[in-house]
């Protein structure tokens, strides 16, 4: 019986038992299935994801401005976009490619000593080499890369982004070169230490040992070599066999005759091309052009064929234009040297032949001064001794003989002043003319019928005292001389202006016709003949005016007076 009761309740005990393990189990179950379907949930949201963020990379892939390419680490290329395809020429779906098909010959061992680097640090920045595209165009690209790992961490390939940096990099170059040109010349005058300079930093951006300046003879139509690099220069630094061209003639004087550059990429095929020191295929020629004028060429040659690009004749165009600014004031200054030079010789000139021409005027004076004062005095003699036997018309005529002489004696005299002006030129002393010109009105005979004013003050001028002396008296004299008024005047006046002074002498005598008006000036030109006039006072004028630096001129009316105008400076 108590068995049986032991029983009883053990077997309740199991049945609560399973009852609970039953709703724990089912608790459990629903805890698991709702855990899976939260994580079928965000499985789906995780796969969603992965989806948007392929897509999102497809996108970057695909519009991405640069060339992109993923390789394994054998350089197997095993993705690229379309910018890649475009850039280096490979249709990637057709074609196998591989990078080292790409690696520019000379930069082959920087390429490989660049992506050892790549595989030790995993990635690098701004490697910047050539590549060469199917079509053979050589680029200049600027690269940055990063190894790609698998899920263990393990290197499977590379990737990377590739910039065409080819035009900014020739820009960049053509920059420089024009820079270094303008700081080598900067303030060089010799034309051809220009050119040589010039011609050296051509050669060298080029890469050939060949380039040659000519500068334009336009006197004979020609070009002459005047800077040259390579070959054609000695050991001394100096052209070799130097060519002269016709303009028009040969590859380099059609340039100058039409102002065009010519690139020729096979010389053999040109029959226009002249051998100089030796014969090379490819020849690069740009004109030197100053305001529209040709005034030079470049021109360069190189051994291979095909040489020479557009961007080369770019950069000779853009320094071409820099040595047309530097030849334009080396030429400009060259020319002025050569003038200065010819000014000053014939300066040299001028002065020896006025000292000459003084010389010649002394001795002419005394030379035909003597005869003269000697027949004055057998003429005096003569007519002493005769004085009863001659008649009266006979006594007129040693009379006459005599005025003749005096005549002869002042033109003698005024020729040597003249020829006297130049000599001696003081300056160094200031002249006070209004005591100077009144005491010359003192000493000059004046006749009664005239009379001579000074208006203003005359002024202090610094100069030669003589001279002064001689323009007033010259022109005071020539007013009387000429004065056939009943009450004749003479007026002085001066005008002050900025820089100079303006002198007036003006009479109311028989005026001169206006076409006599710059004859007068002239030595020896007289408009009436006269015993007391020799032609040469007004030159004289017209002389002394002219060492001071100044102007002469006059107005006039016939028969109602003259007004003599100069300036002298200050």
Known sequence: MIKKEIF????????????LAE????SKSLELYNTAEELKKVNKKLEDLLVEKNSQLQGVFENINDAYIAMDLEGNVLKINDIAESFFGYNFRKEAINVLDLIYEEDYTYAMESFAELIKKGYFYQYTARIITKSKKIKWVQINASIIFDNSNNAIGAQGIIRDITEEREKKIILDLNNNIAKSILGKENITEIAWLISNQIASYLGTNDCVIYLVDDCTNTLE?????????????EILNKI?????????????NTGKYEIINDTSKDERYIIDDEFRF???????????????????????KNYFKKEHVTAL???????ALQFKSALNLRERKEAETKNIELLRKLEKSNQELQEYAHIVSHDLKSPLRSIAALISWIKTDNINVFDGESLQNFQDLDLTLETMDNLITDVLKYASLDANVSNDEYVKLDPLIRNLINVLYIPKNISINILNKLPSIKGDKTKFQQLFQNLIENAIKFSNKKEGFINIDVEDFHSFYKFSIKDNGIGIEKRHFERIFKIFQ?????????????????????????????????????????????
Do not use: M
Not at 23 to 26: A, M, S
Not at 225 to 237: D, M, R, T, V
Not at 248 to 256: C, D, L, P, R, Y
């Open 8 to 19: 009883q309740r053990e077997l309740e005990r199991q049945k609560k038992a399973r009852a």
């Open 23 to 26: 709703e724990i189990l089912e």
């Open 225 to 237: 070599q005047i800077a040259a690099s390579g070959n054609k220069l000695s050991p001394n630094k």
């Open 244 to 256: 002269i061209i016709p303009i028009g003639k040969g590859i380099v004087g059609e340039v100058a």
């Open 282 to 304: 490819s020849e690069i020629t740009v004109p030197i052009i100053s305001d529209g004028h040709i005034i030079g060429v470049i021109d360069a040659e190189h051994k291979e």
């Open 317 to 323: 165009e853009s320094t071409a234009v820099i040595v």
């Open 526 to 570: 007289s408009l009436e003949k006269s015993k007391d006039s020799s032609g040469i006072g007004l030159s004289i004028v017209k002389k002394i005016v002219d060492i001071y630096k100044g102007e002469v001129w006059l107005e006039s009316e016939i028969d109602k007076g003259t007004i003599f105008y100069f300036t002298l400076k200050k």
